[in-house]
């Protein structure tokens, strides 16, 4: 880990030790001072994101991501109403108890209060890292039709300096793999993990933790086991191109998917049989130098969520080297959009459904998350 990190250091043209190093780019015209970089700190940031018994929270929809789940809603697709659901999360009181980190869009991470304070500002306030989504989203590969590319490394570099200079302290990127007939392709496979693996290298350049997020889709008739040979074969496919990028595993997260049924498929498994095929997946892939595994819900319920995680705990968390927690969006924050609907009168109940699905997640980390939980909220 260190070789790598020297070996790109002694090519840089400005002085450095071994775990630090200071790089400039140009930005308009202007050169930048990348910020220090430094492993101890990314190793940390990356700890402290799954640490004890808190997750990240996903609040990172696109623009027409979010603008979609409004209009389901019949709530107005206005930069104002994505302001003021934003600020209805980050100003949920008692959120940083259960959420360690979460991750800003770019129209958000440039948003405030109403009261002018910066979402940056409050989020750090409420004992809470921010992060940003970086790519630039999910587009049609060329040559493989059904199949996606996700895109945003060029100029990336410098976005990393703005954001970073904004606060961010981590950085996602996700790649989408589909399963159908004849698909995913090993083309597919490649690019999207080689792109996360740039990404990767370019955020801790820029000294921030990458949340590497390869998810394999649940739409579809596909069983359980076929996500399961996706799934390993993606990650593989990852951990290879991040070693070959020279990624230091210790400062990253992987932000993966469960191995689920496809959500057409005919056959559920229960909760314990998704546990174990994941867990078993997992670890033929995942290198035990990753600090933690956050995942993604992908169009779980909240409920489902929180079980299959919690269910890991339960029978995995002594015997595993790396942390599983989580990084939901839909499974955190949907209820709370559907009591919200756009109305100011009802942001304190939106709230207090957000925090109840953070805290059965908070609970699903120790292993402590039971039906029980759900009764009390209802
Ligand atoms: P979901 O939990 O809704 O899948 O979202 C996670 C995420 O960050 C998608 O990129």
Redesign the pocket.
């Known amino acids: 880990m260190r070789g790598h990190l020297t070996g790109r250091t002694s090519s840089s043209s400005t002085s450095s030790t071994s775990t630090s190093m200071a790089k400039t780019c140009r930005k308009s015209g202007m050169e930048v001072r990348l910020p220090q970089m430094n492993a101890q700190e990314l190793i940390n940031t990356a700890r402290t994101l799954v640490a004890g018994d808190k997750g990240l929270l996903?609040m990172?929809?696109s623009t027409p991501t979010c603008n979609k789940r409004f209009a389901r809603l019949g709530i107005p697709q206005t930069v104002e109403a994505r302001r003021a659901y934003r600020e209805l999360i980050v100003t949920t009181l008692g959120l940083g108890e259960c959420i360690s980190g979460a991750?800003l869009y770019d129209e958000t991470i440039r948003q405030q209060k109403k009261d002018g304070t910066p979402f940056v500002k409050a989020i750090i306030d409420a004992g809470i890292i921010p992060g940003i989504?970086v790519d630039t989203g999910a587009k049609d590969m060329a040559g493989h039709p059904g199949e996606k590319i996700s895109e945003g490394l060029d100029g990336l570099r410098d976005r990393l300096v703005e954001y970073s200079q904004m606060g961010a302290r981590f950085a996602?990127w996700?790649a989408v793999i589909t399963i159908t007939d004849g698909i995913p392709s090993r083309g597919c496979i490649e690019a999207n993990a080689q792109a996360l693996a740039r990404y990767a290298a370019l955020c801790q350049e820029a000294g921030l933790v990458s949340v590497v997020?390869p998810?394999v889709l649940m739409d579809g008739e596909h069983t359980l086991e076929r996500c399961f040979e996706v799934t390993e074969e993606v990650l593989r496919t990852v951990f290879n191109h991040l070693y070959t990028q020279r990624v230091m595993l210790e400062g990253m997260i992987l932000?993966p998917?469960m191995v689920l049924p496809g959500l057409t498929c005919p056959k559920q498994e229960a909760v314990d049989e998704v546990a174990d095929a994941t867990v078993r997946c997992l670890k033929r892939a995942v290198p035990a130098a990753v600090p933690g595994i956050a995942?993604?819900?992908?169009?779980?319920s909240g409920e489902l969520?929180s079980a299959r995680l919690n269910a890991m705990n339960v029978r995995f968390k002594s015997r595993l080297p790396w942390a599983l927690a989580?990084?939901?969006?839909?499974?955190?924050?949907?209820p709370a959009l559907e009591i919200w609907q756009g109305n100011e009168a009802h942001v304190l109940l939106a709230q207090q459904a957000l925090y109840h699905r953070a805290m059965c997640n908070k609970a699903a980390r120790r292993g402590e998350y039971n039906a029980e939980m759900e009764k009390r909220w209802v």
């Open positions: 996903a990172d929809e991750i989504k996602k996700r997020e998810e932000k998917n995942f993604l819900s992908g169009g779980q969520a989580f990084s939901f969006a839909r499974a955190i924050q949907q």
